[in-house]
Nanobody, 120 residues
Framework: VQLQASGGGLVQPGGSLRLSCAASGNIFAINDMRWYRQAPGKQRELVASIAVGGAATYGDSVKGRFTISRDNAKKTVYLQMNSLKPEDTAVYLC???????????????WGQGTLVTVSS
């Protein structure tokens, strides 16, 4: 299983970016999909999570600015980030709970991360 994240880059404060993370490989089912972020010298932080049916939760620091969504047919999760602030600068990592063919359990998989830099 691979999770391929994309969409990061350099953006000015107040700007927007949209991240994508596509899952591929031996996948029978995908449960929750999540975005985390890790800034230099800081602990990894849960940004947003979305269930199969679309129910979403957000970290306090991004509520009202970020929106998580998913396309189950494409096995892809998105993170629309608006009103970006310098403190949003971090490596953004996607994570998913995946049930693989031939197994009997859910496993956590991580993408490689995509860097978001918010600076003027």
């Amino acid at each position: 299983v691979q999770l391929q994240a994309s969409g990061g880059g350099l953006v000015q404060p107040g700007g927007s970016l949209r991240l994508s993370c596509a899952a591929s490989g031996n996948i029978f089912a995908i449960n929750d999909m999540r975005w985390y972020r890790q800034a230099p010298g800081k602990q990894r932080e849960l940004v947003a999570s979305i269930a199969v049916g679309g129910a979403a939760t957000y970290g306090d620091s991004v509520k009202g600015r970020f929106t998580i969504s998913r396309d189950n047919a494409k096995k892809t999760v998105y993170l629309q980030m608006n009103s970006l602030k310098p403190e949003d600068t971090a490596v953004y990592l996607c994570n998913a709970a995946i049930f693989q063919h031939g197994t009997r359990m859910w496993s956590d998989f991580w993408g490689q991360g995509t860097l978001v830099t918010v600076s003027s």
